[in-house]
């Protein structure tokens, strides 16, 4: 218990800036901020959201439904989601300890790897990012299911499979390895980590014939099968919400033998951050190709290590098992199968460096072993190594405060770093130092002339400039380059309504309501155009009360611009009683609120109203 205590306590501490940690532009407003089914909490629509949604190129019900829970306990307040995350880690961190030390006995090793798991800064971006949630839950999960494991595979009666204690253990480890599952795909190995610690430290390989206490290999093989078939099934589900969310690379951009070879590069790169863990980014520019030798030494590095694992997996078996755990625990997101255009990412160590941590520590202890004075001096430097991680875990946590300073900082330790400087953009953009956003967006055009997101933006900073023709052009050629980016039609729907072109406007609405039929400013504006526009062939009276009932039913029916839209719908198709009624909620709302323009216009419109005349813009 003191150990599970202090593992907890240095991991809260290590993380504790997170609480003044703002949510960043990255993700969370798709996850969280601006997301209209999170921020509802927890209910039974949003579970059934959860189930079903394949948003942000991903299917992860549980990582949307540990959103909605903190919303639902603590609002939107990011340091309470950012602390949760860090529970969750510290949890981990226990649970790691627990399971090593029951399956090992080995407490000292077990507290040390459970200490470079909870402190080392590669596991910042995991933590302090709430997006990432789902990589600290599928850990958690991971985790419950190996002990649940191995519980089911130590016991005393290894043969009986009929023991219904046996069967819990077992049912347990698949239910948590299906949540798990659930939570982030990156568990598809863990099948395949079962196995590694049937060979090290459970000992369960041999053949029955030999020994009559342990399973063999069919056995071994036949108790995996249920857990290979959920992990075929999480795969298919995530390459169709990849597919689906356009995440996917393709072999056109980064063909199949420069991923190879970034793939091979990174398993070495992955570990000599591990070693020096400085100029940490959320992000690292997919370079291309690289050099020949740089791809063939790397590739004889790994293949030298694996021989030496093989040499010594009969007198040091947990060489083979921490090097092959962290082998293959990477490989879903190794880079063979393109998502992003990232050519590696501090998230993905999370769950692969447990195998490198075990390696190392099991490794060090057994050679360095020996006298009093050696083992002192060993654990002062396990203390230092510890510590160390603790002030650079500390310091990773205060860079990702804000947008801004983590995408400032992340552009002095990379270079040509279009998505820091799109995100930066974005970043004071929201914070309205338009200039500069404009600056870091044409930044990011010029580095990556084909990033259709970057492009918009730059439309977007021109529209805010004054500048409509080139705002226009820079929209459509966004739309060229990525035409499923349906929000930029949104955008271009907006300019082109404020430039008084309503038919043009609802043409690039109704193709963004495809996708975005959820999007509220989408449903208004769109309401607004087919009830109040002068132009008969645009209006569409049913049309603009079936969508601005759409938008008042997503705010609650307590958003006064979106009753103000439904009040000129109705009065479009001549229902003026409830045109009336929303004008008036419309205006009491807005005078509860102060804003008095919106009061003024309702009142103007309820005299229309009254006089049984619809409302109808005037083109400028």
């Excluded at 219904?164 to 798990?180: E, M, P, T």
């Excluded at 990174?266 to 959320?282: E, G, H």
Aim: proline share 4%; net charge neutral; hydrophobic share 50%.
């Amino acid at each position: 218990m003191p150990v599970c205590l202090l593992l907890a306590g240095l991991t809260v501490a290590a993380f504790w800036p997170v609480w003044e940690n703002d949510f960043i532009v990255c993700d969370d407003p798709d996850y969280i901020t601006q997301n209209q089914h999170v921020l509802q909490g927890l209910s039974r629509d949003g579970f059934r959201w959860a189930m079903t949604s394949m948003e942000a190129s991903n299917w992860h019900p549980v990582t949307w439904l540990s959103h909605m829970l903190d919303v639902s306990l603590f609002g939107v307040h990011p340091g309470s989601h950012h602390a949760m995350s860090v529970g969750i880690h510290a949890l981990n961190a226990v649970i790691l300890f627990l399971l090593l030390q029951i399956i090992s006995g080995a407490r000292f090793r077990s507290a040390v790897v459970a200490a470079l798991f909870a402190l080392h800064p590669l596991h910042v971006e995991s933590v302090a990012w709430a997006s990432e949630r789902k990589d600290v839950l599928s850990m958690l999960f991971g985790l419950l299911s190996l002990f649940a494991y191995v519980m089911y595979a130590s016991g005393k009666d290894r043969i009986e499979v009929t023991s219904s204690k046996r069967k819990v253990w077992y049912g347990a480890a698949l239910l948590l390895f299906a949540v798990g599952l659930m939570a982030k795909p990156m568990l598809v190995s863990w099948p395949l980590i079962l196995f590694l610690l049937d060979y090290w430290p459970l000992k369960r390989f041999g053949l029955s014939s030999l020994n009559s206490q342990l399973p063999n290999l069919k056995c071994l093989i036949a108790e995996k099968i249920p857990f290979v078939v959920l992990s075929a099934f999480s795969c298919v589900m995530t390459l169709l919400a990849q597919h689906k969310g356009g995440a996917m690379v393709s072999i056109v951009i980064v063909p199949l033998l420069t991923r190879f070879g970034n793939a091979v590069v990174s398993y070495v790169n992955y570990l000599l951050v591990t070693i020096l863990p400085t100029d940490l980014a959320p992000y690292y520019p997919h370079g291309g190709m690289h050099p020949g030798a740089m791809i063939v030494g790397a590739l004889l590095f790994i293949l030298v290590l694996s021989g030496i694992a093989l040499w010594q997996a009969g007198r040091r078996p947990y060489i083979l098992v921490g090097w092959l755990w962290y082998l293959i625990t990477l490989v879903p997101v190794i880079g063979v199968v393109q998502v992003g255009l990232q050519s590696m990412a501090d998230r993905y160590t999370y769950i692969p460096l447990v195998g490198i941590f075990i390696l190392v520590v099991w490794f060090v202890e057994d050679v360095c072993a020996g006298g009093r004075f050696r083992r002192i001096v060993l654990h002062v430097v396990w203390m230092m190594l510890i510590g160390g991680c603790f002030f650079l875990t500390n310091l990773q946590v205060q860079r990702w405060k804000d947008s801004v300073s983590l995408y400032s900082y992340t552009l002095r330790v990379t270079e040509n770093n279009y998505i820091a400087h799109m995100n930066l953009g974005s970043a004071l953009l929201s914070a309205g130092r338009v200039e500069e956003a404009g600056e870091n967006f044409v930044e990011a055009v010029r580095i990556q002339p084909e990033y259709a997101e970057a492009v918009s933006n730059l439309g977007f900073v021109r529209s805010l400039q004054g500048r409509p023709l080139e705002a226009e052009i820079l929209y459509r050629r966004a739309l060229t380059l990525k035409p499923e980016l349906t929000k930029i039609n949104i955008l271009l729907g907006s300019l082109l309504e404020a430039q008084g072109r309503p038919a043009d406007a609802v043409r690039e609405y109704r193709m963004a309501l495809k996708d975005h039929s959820g999007n509220v400013t989408l449903l208004n504006n769109l309401a607004w155009l087919l009830a109040s526009c002068p132009d008969d062939q645009v209006r569409s009276g049913s049309e603009a009360v079936e969508f601005g009932e759409m938008a008042c039913q997503l705010v609650g029916y307590k958003e006064p611009l979106c009753l103000g839209t439904l009040a000129a719908a109705y009065a479009e198709v001549g229902r003026f009683d409830d045109a009336i009624r929303s004008a008036e909620k419309a205006r009491d709302l807005a005078a509860v609120r102060g804003s008095n323009e919106v009061v003024q216009r309702n009142e103007e419109l309820l005299r229309l109203y009254r006089a049984g005349k619809p409302f109808r813009e005037t083109i400028k």
